[in-house]
């Protein structure tokens, strides 16, 4: 059962590469205007899932639909269909001889509907570096050309393959705001990363794959049951380091502060990150 | 049409990149006239009444710059890029393979013209090189240089596909240029070979290149030592066609934007 109005539809999707299994029955669905995270272990069938859905890799098995169509013989032709997505690489080193500037303009005679490359340029925050070579520029500013590229097209649909990886950490918050501005403008957003901080900050919901499997599919602050998940609270206590593990954690603090008397030495009352979750999840923790 | 207006495009932006390399621009601008300059230096021979060695030299140089600049170049390049992972984001725009071609070719006539311009302003100034006399020989040079050009290109374009790495390219298509180069009568005099190497030349482009150079280059007169007596200019145009229709097709066939 594939939906006509998704964004992204994968029903058992399988891929193999040597008789092993890559992607091994995996199920989708992305809506329309949300950013979606994908979270897994190297290996996992991230990266296969995702080149199957920009139409870099064909399938073994199993229905894809994305924008309605599916990537590997797109009826309305192959290239009216990639005018409707954008792709940014995990890398791609190309063209250092050119600027930034002749990069972008160039990019955008492909697209029948692009963006302004100045202000795409600006909205990169690239401006500085408009006139520079692209050989000239730092890992995170090469990294924000990526996107540039991968925006200048209007897409409907954005894939973003590790995107901050060698952002300083202004940049990378600087990139967030400009994600959660496509969004706002209706782009539906796919992203791989391994932060899981990012994943948490960006994502609408998030899917944790592993063996070319789907786990669970849910928004980062209930995944794996977190939102129910009992409270860790620390503190010390006669020069030890103590610990409780409670659904309650006002009605124990109310016993412990009762039984302490004043401030509460080392206190701290933590839920389970987004991290451990994911690892209890993928079978690391 | 979109296609074209985008392949057009695609050839000014490989102008400008590859004017900027300037290691590339020197060596592959130079390096026929150091070659022709080597040459002309140690063989200072006529080799027919009127025709000095390099005189039939710069034919043959003429015709090997065109299988360097297409498709040695390309054939090592391509690949490069594919492993650069350059062709797998293009592969992700709507741009079509087809104007990312018609770039390649524009590129490769446009520095193929540099090349012939050196060479023949060169060996003219040091070597006393002949440039054809008359509007015909003209023409027909720019026909030779433009057919040659595209059939070279699409060739390189084809071949691209075969090199698994970028690091394997040139180790796989320098081998093959520089001993066409040997049995198609660029650094030998054509007739002299054996005759069995004269036919398995006679299978490839350049061979024939070489053959339609010499005719604009060399006097009339040379066509009788030529291995068929003539210049062949009409065999010259069938077979250079017909390479040219076989590599468009390989091409569009086989390119790879990347590995999968």
């Known amino acids: 059962m594939t939906s006509q109005h998704a964004a992204i539809s994968?029903?058992?999707?399988?891929?193999?590469?040597?008789?092993?299994?890559?992607?091994?029955?995996?199920?989708?669905?992305?809506?329309?205007?949300?950013?979606?995270?994908?979270?897994?272990?190297?290996?996992?069938?991230?990266?296969?899932?995702?080149?199957?859905?920009?139409?870099y890799r064909t399938r073994d098995a199993g229905d894809v639909l994305v924008l309605g169509e599916d990537p590997s013989h797109p009826s309305s032709g192959d290239r009216t269909w990639r005018n409707r997505i954008g792709i940014v690489l995990q890398s791609a080193a190309?063209?250092?001889?050119?600027?930034?500037?002749?990069?972008?303009?160039?990019?955008?005679?492909?697209?029948?509907?692009?963006?302004?490359?100045?202000?795409?340029?600006?909205?990169?925050?690239?401006?500085?570096?408009?006139?520079?070579?692209?050989?000239?520029?730092?890992?995170?500013?090469r990294r924000r050309l990526d996107v540039a590229l991968g925006i200048i097209g209007s897409p409907e649909i954005l894939f973003l393959d590790e995107p901050t990886t060698g952002f300083d950490p202004e940049a990378r918050r600087a990139f967030w705001g400009l994600i959660r501005t496509l969004r706002d403008e209706g782009t539906t957003i796919l992203l791989t990363t391994h932060y899981l901080d990012e994943a948490e900050a960006l994502a609408d919901r998030v899917a944790v794959i592993n063996k070319g499997q789907v786990l669970e599919v849910a928004t980062p602050e209930t995944l794996g049951g977190r939102a129910t998940a009992p409270a860790l609270v620390t503190w010390s206590e006669g020069g030890k380091l103590c610990s409780e593990s409670t659904q309650t954690p006002t009605e124990f603090l109310k016993a412990l502060s009762a039984r302490i008397g004043g401030e509460i030495p080392d206190l701290a009352i933590t839920r389970p990150s987004l991290e451990d979750i994911y690892l209890g999840m993928i079978g690391q923790l | 049409?979109?296609?074209?207006?985008?392949?057009?495009?695609?050839?000014?932006?490989?102008?400008?990149?590859?004017?900027?390399?300037?290691?590339?621009?020197?060596?592959?601008?130079?390096?026929?006239?150091?070659?022709?300059?080597?040459?002309g230096s140690?063989?200072?021979?006529?080799?027919?009444?009127?025709?000095?060695?390099?005189?039939?030299?710069?034919?043959?140089?003429?015709?090997?710059?065109?299988?360097?600049?297409?498709?040695?170049?390309?054939?090592i390049s391509i690949p490069m890029s594919r492993d650069l992972g350059t062709l797998k984001r293009l592969r992700g725009t709507p741009l079509s393979p087809i104007s990312y071609f018609i770039g390649k070719a524009i590129v490769v006539t446009a520095a193929m013209l540099f090349q012939v311009a050196l060479l023949l302003g060169f060996g003219a100034l040091l070597f006393?090189?002949?440039?054809?006399?008359?509007?015909?020989?003209?023409?027909?040079?720019?026909?030779?240089?433009?057919?040659?050009?595209?059939?070279?290109?699409?060739?390189?374009?084809?071949?691209?596909?075969?090199?698994?790495s970028?690091?394997?390219?040139?180790?796989?298509?320098?081998?093959?240029?520089?001993?066409?180069q040997f049995i198609s009568g660029v650094f030998f005099v054509f007739s002299d070979l054996p005759k069995w190497m004269q036919d398995i030349a006679a299978v490839f482009?350049?061979?024939?290149?070489?053959?339609?150079?010499?005719?604009?280059?060399?006097?009339?007169?040379?066509?009788?030592?030529?291995?068929?007596?003539?210049?062949?200019?009409?065999?010259?145009?069938?077979?250079?066609?017909?390479?040219?229709?076989?590599?468009?097709?390989?091409?569009?066939?086989?390119?790879?934007w990347a590995k999968e």
């Not at chain 1, 001889?97 to 955008?108: G, I, N």
């Not at chain 2, 970028?166 to 066409?180: E, F, H, M, W, Y």
């Not at chain 2, 390479?243 to 468009?248: A, F, H, K, P, S």
């Open chain 2, 1 to 39: 049409m979109n296609i074209v207006r985008l392949g057009l495009r695609r050839g000014g932006l490989e102008i400008k990149e590859f004017l900027r390399q300037r290691e590339s621009v020197v060596f592959t601008l130079a390096f026929p006239v150091i070659l022709l300059f080597i040459f």
């Open chain 2, 128 to 164: 006393g090189l002949h440039l054809p006399k008359s509007a015909t020989l003209w023409l027909r040079f720019t026909w030779l240089i433009l057919l040659g050009s595209a059939c070279s290109t699409v060739l390189g374009i084809a071949f691209s596909s075969i090199p698994k």
């Open chain 2, 205 to 256: 482009p350049l061979k024939w290149l070489t053959q339609g150079m010499r005719s604009v280059f060399l006097p009339d007169s040379f066509a009788l030592k030529e291995a068929g007596h003539s210049w062949e200019i009409g065999k010259i145009a069938l077979i250079l066609i017909a390479w040219l229709i076989l590599g468009t097709y390989f091409s569009i066939r086989t390119f790879k």
């Open chain 2, 42 to 75: 140690v063989f200072k021979n006529t080799i027919a009444p009127g025709v000095t060695f390099s005189q039939y030299f710069v034919a043959g140089m003429v015709a090997s710059g065109l299988v360097n600049t297409g498709f040695q170049q390309l054939a």
């Open chain 2, 166 to 180: 970028g690091r394997g390219a040139s180790a796989t298509v320098s081998p093959i240029v520089i001993i066409l």
């Open chain 1, 94 to 141: 190309d063209a250092p001889d050119l600027t930034v500037k002749e990069t972008v303009h160039h990019f955008a005679h492909y697209y029948a509907k692009a963006k302004n490359p100045d202000e795409v340029i600006g909205l990169v925050g690239l401006s500085d570096k408009a006139s520079a070579k692209v050989a000239t520029l730092s890992g995170g500013q």
């Open chain 1, 10 to 55: 994968v029903t058992g999707l399988r891929k193999t590469y040597a008789g092993k299994d890559a992607v091994a029955g995996l199920d989708l669905e992305v809506h329309r205007g949300e950013i979606f995270a994908i979270l897994g272990p190297n290996g996992a069938g991230k990266t296969t899932t995702v080149e199957i859905l920009e139409g």
